[in-house]
């Protein structure tokens, strides 16, 4: 880094610096973590991935919402953002039910406060999308919470807005990606407030970190789908029986070659861009 860049923190996956007062550094790594814990064995380029993939998103979703993106720097996988006052809610959306939706409707018939048809399947279609929003653990897994509970956290208004735009990016991505062979299944959004309280997209967005991505031509209602996302890692792990719990399994040589190429494969297919094309030119995706 040219500039004086001060660390101020670490996520699973992201390291985050200080530019100045308005201004970040995020550089996305290579690291997966799965069940909430980092794995010792890292994904070539799926850092490239994930800031590659946001960026194009944050390109094509201006018109839609502002984000925090300023500049995308050459390595690929550090971004230049703006700082936000960030939201203390996880925004999702879903399309189909999969994951704790699919989990909690079998529970309840309902998943965040949303009440659903009887008799649907695993991986359905939903009638329309719809929103979920969730708490931002600190530790341990995010609980999926309802509109009540989720106003209470940041306000009506801000709420219905944050609703509003959330399921709007949702549509605009999904259809895109489904015209170029994935479903977006579900996604998480993050939003902040800008310094003069404007609703700002955050973090990372449409990602296969933050998504579920399935292979159109593959999609089959009723069961689990095959993924472009850690699914893949996830569910190696569970096959060794690990309590989920710190430290995490080593992964195998075909484990970690198969999650990179689901992870290029679906940049690939929806930036319309040669991976190999971005790493030379991480701008590519803004253009």
């Given at each position: ?223 689990a789908q095959p993924s472009f996302d ?58």
């Amino acid at each position: 880094m040219s500039e004086t860049a001060i660390h101020v923190g670490s996520g699973k996956v992201r390291e985050l610096y200080a530019l100045d007062h308005d201004r970040l550094l995020l550089v996305a790594s290579d690291r997966i973590s799965t069940f909430d814990v980092v794995l010792p064995t890292e994904i070539p380029d799926k850092g490239r991935v994930l800031t590659g993939l946001s960026a194009f998103w944050f390109a094509r979703t201006r018109h839609l919402v502002p984000n925090h993106l300023l500049a995308l720097r050459d390595d690929g996988r550090s971004t230049e953002c703006r700082r936000l006052e960030m939201l203390p809610i996880e925004c999702v959306v879903r399309g189909y039910l999969s994951g704790s939706g699919w989990k909690d409707y079998v529970a309840t018939g309902a998943t965040s406060g949303h009440v659903l048809p009887a008799g649907l399947a695993e991986s359905d279609r939903l009638p329309t999308p719809i929103f979920t929003p969730a708490t931002k653990a600190q530790e341990g897994h995010d609980e999926n919470i309802d509109a009540r509970a989720a106003s209470e956290l940041v306000g009506a208004e801000r709420f219905r807005e944050v609703e509003r735009v959330a399921l709007a990016l949702y549509e605009f991505a999904a259809q895109y990606a489904r015209e170029r062979g994935i479903v977006i299944a579900d996604t998480k959004f993050e939003f902040g407030l800008g310094d003069g309280g404007e609703l700002v997209l955050g973090d990372e967005a449409l990602t296969p970190d933050s998504s579920r991505f399935w292979p159109a031509d593959e999609y089959r209602a009723g069961e689990a789908q095959p993924s472009f996302d850690k699914q893949f890692v996830r569910d190696y792990c569970e096959s060794l029986g690990w309590d989920k719990t710190a430290p995490a399994p080593e992964l195998p040589a075909e484990v970690v070659s198969g999650t990179r190429a689901r992870y290029v494969d679906a940049f690939e297919r929806i930036t319309g861009i040669a991976f190999d094309d971005y790493v030379a030119d991480p701008t590519a995706v803004l253009r």
